[in-house]
């Protein structure tokens, strides 16, 4: 076939489009034009329009497709289920399932080679159905994320309608954290044909910055709050930026509890105070993200009436009305300036560069800031109130009626249904292995000295990576406490925590964590992590690693731990004898 099909002069193929035949007959029927009148103003043929006109069969122009309609339709449809399902087909995936197709039904299509389509077919099969398929760009998402169902979501729009129902738009806030990169990415340049490597001199690294942003469902953007990776904050880092904004530091450049209550009273409280009286109801509406949730945050709200509302896990995506309007055409504008900045300069941005660079891309976008807030809060039906907006972004739970091909459509839903909702490989426990430099390495390498049968429940491996060993020991200075009911916030103690183990087994772990939150029936801590040089003495990571857990799955209240520069040493033995 002919990539570019050039019309040869006085063909006698149709050269008018459906429309104009349709609008042609249209003329005619209404008694507004003769048929010869019509056929010339619309440069329709003439006879042809007389037996549509007439009802007689006119064969459809051009060469018969390979596919009839009814098949077409059905390879439409599972085109489409596919994509809702999170598991889009791309121009070979439908080659070949046109392919097996054709192949089970035992048919050869002479056009093709072996029975798969060329490019060219594919082609024309999306332009014959461009009103319902479209080529373009995938975002990858996670399972977790795809996993989210109806039944979550409707229950989490009952409970939202209970808690914004008589709050002022102008009172509903949505928060959530981002980061800027020092890459502006990718683009497209114009070079030599034939070159292999379009290279660009620009300047890079992977440095970011987080930045907590919040706005209203009436389109005020709160000022922005930007979190350096560093230990200390100079004054040259604030000047420049938006205003109103906030500046801090961490060691992770991440948010952590302490810094989300700092931004919670400097920013969201303080905006509260200045447009709101203290008893008027508010809400406060992110993600559950755990160093979100502390208990001063917690307390501030019930003081000032605020509504702290969580999102459903891993739905923002889909409920955050930031993620879905706002930071995209935000990260977009980031890019174009940070572009322009590095075509003028050398090196990484300087800390000190940042705020005027972030003042300059909020400025660009600041016409648009007012309409993509309000559409995120519509697009994630929280005002005005409609879970349908959400829910309708669900894939269909089946491809649906199908006359031809049912069985093969059924297999087609199963296998997206069981895709979609595969259980992650459970990751083994692994330790640190003491081999000689040079020497090779055995299977028996791999196994515990002390037994060879069993798997070796202490790692060395470095801090931030093993749990508390909770064996039947008997030894000496054994810990043989048991909970007995009363824990109290601040106290340290080994909880159990279930991970999925191999063959999707549930099996428990423990850790040593210190309780900073009881709520509802439910505590909340903050694990911490075995020192490599000591098994008594624990550190807490530099990001907070937090858990929410029962009163159950608490296997001991520890005796308070001696601290010598943020490392906890306690006493005690941690095999833990359990009653």
């Known amino acids: 076939m002919v990539r570019k099909h050039a019309r040869k002069p006085g063909s006698t193929y149709a050269a008018y489009s459906n429309k104009a035949m349709e609008d042609a007959m249209k003329a005619v029927s209404e008694g507004k034009l003769s048929i010869r009148s019509a056929a010339e103003k619309y440069s329709v043929n003439r006879c042809t329009l007389n037996r549509k006109l007439k009802g007689v069969h006119v064969q459809p122009y051009g060469r018969p497709p390979a596919l009839s309609q009814d098949e077409e339709a059905v390879l439409l449809k599972s085109i489409i289920t596919a994509a809702e399902w999170g598991f889009p087909l791309s121009c070979l995936d439908v080659r070949f399932i046109v392919k097996q197709y054709l192949d089970k039904k035992g048919v050869t299509v002479s056009r093709f080679k072996n029975n798969l389509p060329g490019e060219d077919w594919c082609r024309s099969y999306l332009g014959r159905h461009k009103d319902a398929l479209t080529i373009r760009l995938s975002e990858n998402i996670k399972r977790s994320r795809a996993q989210v169902n109806e039944e979550t979501l409707r229950e989490y729009f009952t409970n939202l309608k209970n808690s914004i129902q008589d709050i002022p738009v102008e009172l509903l806030i949505n928060y959530d954290e981002t980061n800027l990169v020092d890459d502006p990415g990718k683009s497209k340049v114009i070079v030599r044909r034939g070159c292999k490597r379009a290279e660009r001199i620009m300047d890079s690294s992977k440095a970011t910055s987080s930045l907590m942003f919040a706005g209203t469902a009436s389109g005020i953007l709160l000022p922005p709050y930007l979190v350096y990776k560093a230990e200390h904050l100079y004054n040259t880092w604030q000047e420049g930026g938006p205003e109103g904004a906030r500046y801090n530091t961490s060691k992770s450049g991440w948010f952590d509890s302490a810094l989300f209550e700092d931004w919670f009273e400097t920013v969201a409280l303080a905006y509260f105070k200045k447009v709101a009286t203290k008893d008027q109801p508010k809400a406060l509406i992110g993600d559950n993200l755990s160093s979100h949730l502390t208990l001063s945050v917690i307390q501030k709200c019930e003081e000032y009436n605020i509504r702290f509302i969580l999102l459903p896990p891993n739905s923002t995506h889909l409920c955050q009305p930031l993620d879905v309007a706002f930071f995209r055409p935000l990260k977009c504008h980031w890019r174009q300036v940070l572009m322009d900045w590095k075509m003028k ?105 002390d037994d060879p049968d069993t798997p070796d429940l202490v790692s060395s491996e470095g801090e931030g990576n093993t749990p508390v060993s909770v064996t039947r020991a008997t030894e000496e200075h054994t810990l043989q406490v048991s909970y007995t009911g009363d824990v109290q916030v601040g106290d340290f103690v080994v909880v159990r925590i279930k991970f999925a183990g191999p063959s999707n087994k549930m099996v428990d772990k423990y850790y040593v964590g210190q309780i ?30 937090q858990w929410t857990f029962k009163m159950e799955d608490i296997i001991v209240v520890l005796p308070s731990p001696t601290i010598v520069r943020g490392r906890h040493k306690f006493k005690c033995n941690f095999s833990v004898v359990l009653q």
Do not use: W
């Open 345 to 449: 300069h050398k090196g990484t941005i300087p800390k000190d560069v940042l705020p005027r660079l972030l003042k300059s891309t909020l400025k660009s976008l600041s016409p648009s800031i007012e309409k993509n807030l309000k559409s995120g809060f519509r697009a994630t039906g929280i005002y005005p109130y409609n879970p349908e907006e959400v829910l309708k972004k669900l894939p269909a739970t089946t491809i649906g009626n199908m006359s031809i091909s049912d069985g093969l459509s059924k297999s087609l839903e199963s296998y997206l249904r069981e895709s979609r909702n595969a259980t992650s490989t459970p990751k083994q426990k692994r330790r640190r292995l003491s081999v000689v430099p040079g020497k090779s390495v055995s299977g028996t390498s791999f196994q515990s000295e």
């Open 516 to 545: 900073y939150l009881e709520l509802q029936g439910q505590y909340q801590c903050k694990l911490l992590r075995k020192s490599a040089k000591c098994d008594k003495t624990f550190i807490f990571p530099a990001v907070d690693d």
